[in-house]
T-cell receptor, first 109, second 114 residues
């Protein structure tokens, strides 16, 4: 089955800095790569996703890049704000999703 | 309002006492799934269903059962709960017409087994 590795497990940045979270996957058949944000005590919520026919996707301060050859994809958050502090999960799959273990992002004012 | 609901939200029980956590979605989604979330382990899939009467094991199915008799409901059954099943459980649903797609999560059920 699919195996998703996510790094780093924790990430601390200053407000205004950029943050990058990276994931690798093992199954070359995977064609859907979403990112979820989970605030403390809340459910995971989709923030951005990408399919295998696209190399990059951007939505305001958030972008995702995909390298299918190397089997890795990354989340980029620019101009970070304290409200970006949360746990972020990547996932990969084609019929069902396998999630990474999560990255706790802390943005300090 | 499009949503996934779970009940109960919190449950404290004792070892061996059968329990059911309900999950319902109103988005007419084919795909439904159960996850457990434990510190440092992320979201691990327990069971999933791609349509009515079709269920498959995820990564951690031991000690759990599910059923999918109706499209909107996907209950999680713990026949004989044990303390290692203490966890935060999420149900999720998605449109599966094109394969894996955006999953919408329920609010979660925090289960404690004493």
């Amino acid at each position: 089955g699919e195996n998703v590795e996510q790094h780093p497990s924790t990430l601390s940045v200053q407000e205004g800095d950029s943050a990058v979270i990276k994931c690798t996957y093992s199954d070359s058949a995977s064609n859907y790569f979403p990112w979820y944000k989970q605030e403390l005590g809340k459910r995971p919520q989709l923030i951005i996703d990408i399919r295998s026919n696209v190399g990059e996707k951007k939505d305001q301060r958030i972008a995702v890049t995909l390298n299918k050859t190397a089997k890795h994809f990354s989340l980029h958050i620019t101009e970070t704000q304290p409200e970006d502090s949360a746990v972020y999960f990547c996932a990969a799959g084609y019929s069902t999703l396998t999630f990474g273990k999560g990255t706790m992002l802390l943005v300090s004012p | 309002e499009a949503q996934v609901t779970q009940n109960p939200r919190y449950l404290i029980t004792v070892t061996g006492k059968k329990l059911t956590v309900t999950c319902s979605q109103n988005m007419n989604h084919e795909y439904m799934s159960w996850y457990r979330q434990d510190p440092g382990l992320g979201l691990r899939q327990i069971y999933y269903s791609m349509n009515v009467e079709v269920t498959d094991k995820g990564d951690v199915p031991e000690g759990y059962k599910v059923s999918r008799k109706e499209k909107r409901n996907f209950p999680l059954i713990l026949e004989s709960p044990s303390p290692n099943q203490t966890s935060l459980y999420f149900c999720a649903s998605s449109n599966w017409a094109v394969g894996a797609d955006t999953q919408y999560f329920g609010p979660g059920t925090r289960l404690t087994v004493l």
